[in-house]
């Protein structure tokens, strides 16, 4: 049949009206919400399948860093991915979320785009003096220096990806980090089986770095970023460091607490506690690239709900990143849980056999975690920062109870159990806070605790067996 010039829905002629007509609005409305669902699916499957070849070659790299490098050598490279983790939320302190949400909700990104780089600015060169001050003691100076460059360079702290972010398009950050993952595995790989030192190590991670971010900017999706003629206003500098404080004194302490087991073991245990905890724990927080994903693809949407004061659509966003996490990263637990003893054993050298073991008592811990992820930008993007801090304070004293009350298990699974409690008891308290703030529509509690409930009992049955 052949559609009329004037027909404004489809070929069977259900609407015939003029533009502006209250069937013609309805029109516009359900398309958007057609292409808003299909770019929200589209991000999910990119972010998580870039996301998941990212995971393949940070364990190639990782297994191969464990057979070639010394067990000192290979400790020491643990340990400067610790500090890079802590120096990545330091080098800008917030900005990277509280840009995103501005700019998704902005027209016009490129005020608020220079204000956040402006303000990653100083937060770097403060990371840089403050670190390299610290006596650590177990990096050089050059290399201490060499983390805080390569945090500041990482995806997450760089400006451009979070224009990407705010424009819904995890599709091109997708390709852009696929690629800068696979440039520095490569030549990783290639200087550690030429057995070049930890500083050349982390030197060749920042200029593959630096090579993506010049990359991304040569996009034309990112020119309008290159618009900008002058500096912003020092008033807009300033919102920008106020406002996005409180998230990062949140983000800071998020991955102090998620590396507390770690770190715990790297200051009371020897170098092959480190090793052997340090790939499992490192293997496990790997995989929760999916959790990661989802929530991403859900931020700039549930920032715009919030700002729009639009309650029903914030409950179906967060109601939405749930249901997927728990079915996506559910189900990744419990085939790690199954599955790790086996492909360790396959994967991993005979000094690392204890690994297997080990991740399978973190699985349920992961699965909290990325529930966890996701409780917390929901704070964020209702902008309950100060909210998220006061739990994650509650986190510390729970870590710190439990390092003291299970004391008579051995040190990994001490420290796996330990960072399980804590997960859950964070968890318990965001989701207080989204009742508080009547926030917390949209929650499976019910579904959440199941399925952690069935990791749990996996877990403590193959372990004693």
């Excluded at 909700?105 to 390299?132: H, N, R, V, Y």
Aim: proline fraction near 4%.
């Amino acid at each position: 049949m052949t559609v009329p010039s004037s027909s404004y829905l489809s070929s069977e002629g259900i609407l015939n009206e003029p533009p502006g007509s209250p069937a013609a609005q309805l029109l516009k409305r359900l398309k958007a919400v057609v292409s808003g669902r299909s770019q929200y699916l589209i991000n999910i499957v990119s972010n998580a399948g870039g996301n998941s070849l990212n995971a393949v070659i940070q364990l190639l790299v990782l297994l191969l860093l464990a057979r070639w490098l010394s067990t000192s050598a290979y400790a020491s490279w643990l340990k400067a991915g610790v500090l890079i983790g802590f120096a990545e939320v330091a080098s800008d302190f917030g900005i990277r979320w509280w840009a995103v949400r501005r700019m998704a909700a902005d027209s016009s990104p490129q005020p608020a785009f220079a204000a956040a780089f402006i303000g990653k600015l100083l937060w770097t060169m403060l990371s840089i003096l403050t670190l390299t001050v610290i006596p650590l003691g177990f990096l050089s100076t050059t290399e201490l220096l060499l983390c805080v460059l390569v945090a500041a360079t990482q995806p997450g702290t760089d400006p451009a990806l979070w224009y990407l972010r705010s424009r819904e398009r995890l599709d091109i950050e997708a390709v852009l980090l696929l690629a800068g993952r696979v440039l520095t595995a490569v030549l990783l790989i290639a200087s550690a089986r030429s057995q070049v030192s930890l500083t050349g190590l982390l030197a060749v991670w920042m200029i593959c770095n630096v090579i993506r971010l010049l990359l991304t900017l040569s996009l034309p999706v990112c020119r309008p970023l290159l618009s900008v003629r002058s500096l912003p206003a020092l008033s807009g500098v300033v919102v920008c460091l106020r406002e996005a404080f409180p998230i990062g004194v949140s983000l800071l302490l998020a991955p102090l607490l998620t590396q507390a087991a770690l770190t715990f073991v790297s200051l009371v245990g020897t170098d092959a506690d480190v090793t052997e905890f340090g790939t499992a724990f490192k293997l496990v927080i790997a995989a929760g690239f999916v959790g990661t994903g989802i929530v991403v693809s859900s931020f700039a949407g549930m920032s715009r709900a919030a700002r729009d004061e639009d309650r029903s659509a914030a409950a179906a966003h967060l109601r939405t990143m749930l249901l997927i996490m728990t079915g996506a990263v559910g189900t990744l637990c419990l085939a790690g849980i199954l599955l790790s003893r086996p492909v360790a054993a396959w994967l991993l050298p005979e000094r690392l056999a204890a690994a297997g073991g080990l991740m399978i008592a973190l699985m349920p811990g992961l699965y909290l975690s990325c529930v966890n992820m996701a409780a917390k930008f929901a704070l964020n993007a209702f902008d309950r920062n100060w909210s998220d801090v006061h739990c994650m304070l509650c986190g510390f004293a729970v870590f710190a109870m439990s390092c003291g009350l299970l004391s008579s298990l051995p040190l990994a699974i001490h420290a796996a159990v330990s960072w399980t409690v804590t997960e859950a008891a964070v968890l318990i308290c965001r989701w207080i806070q989204l009742k508080r703030a009547d926030r917390h529509h949209g929650f499976p509690a019910e579904l959440v605790c199941g399925t952690f409930g069935l990791l749990a009992f996996s877990s403590w049955f193959l372990m004693e067996i």
